[in-house]
């Protein structure tokens, strides 16, 4: 981190003057007083300074924020797992899934979590196993504070998990 100078603005890369009993120059104080905490701008080396909810860019490199965002979609078009959870079939089972194990799945001290379940998570990863998608044995509905994005279960892993309900799934998708 950047250490602190007396009379010297705390906001990074600012090097204006701070204002009397303050830690900041008049235009951050304002700017954190009115909305919050600022940062740097993403683009390596610029010194302006931007609020979270404005974006990640200043106002002078705001269109590589779009760029950035292109590239990131192109690249999921391009990834075949991700295109599998495009498809209706998924859609539909993800669905139905959803409403057989309503409740996430997750036991904690063990007690099962209370909170509805949102995400269907594979306990196999269907990037390994992409057979196994749609097959309800594989899954287990979890609330999104429990689903942590990992790829599958990794097989060293206690997280232990109240039993899916399977029912009657026709895949007629």
């Given at each position: 981190m950047y250490p602190e100078q007396p009379g010297v603005c705390t906001v990074i890369r600012c090097t204006a003057p701070s204002l009397p009993n303050s830690r900041h120059?008049?235009?951050?104080?304002?700017?954190?007083?009115?909305?919050?905490a600022v940062k740097p701008c993403a683009k390596f080396g610029c010194p302006a300074t931007v609020h979270p909810s404005d974006g990640r860019f200043c106002p002078n490199h705001r269109h590589l924020e779009k760029k950035i965002a292109k590239q990131?979609?192109?690249?999921?078009r391009n990834d075949e797992t991700w295109m599998l959870y495009q498809k209706p079939a998924w859609k539909k089972f993800r669905e139905w899934f959803l409403t057989q194990n309503v409740r996430c799945q997750l036991i904690e001290d063990g007690k099962q979590c209370t909170n509805l379940a949102t995400v269907v998570h594979h306990l196999k990863a269907v990037r390994v196993h992409p057979e196994l998608?749609?097959?309800?044995?594989?899954?287990?509905?979890?609330?999104?504070?429990?689903?942590?994005h990992r790829p599958g279960e990794d097989e060293n892993d206690a997280r232990q998990f109240a039993p899916t309900k399977e029912g009657i799934w026709g895949d007629a998708a």
């Open positions: 120059c008049a235009e951050h104080a304002n700017i954190r007083k009115n909305r919050g990131r979609y192109e690249d999921k998608m749609r097959v309800a044995g594989n899954c287990v509905g979890l609330c999104s504070a429990h689903h942590d």
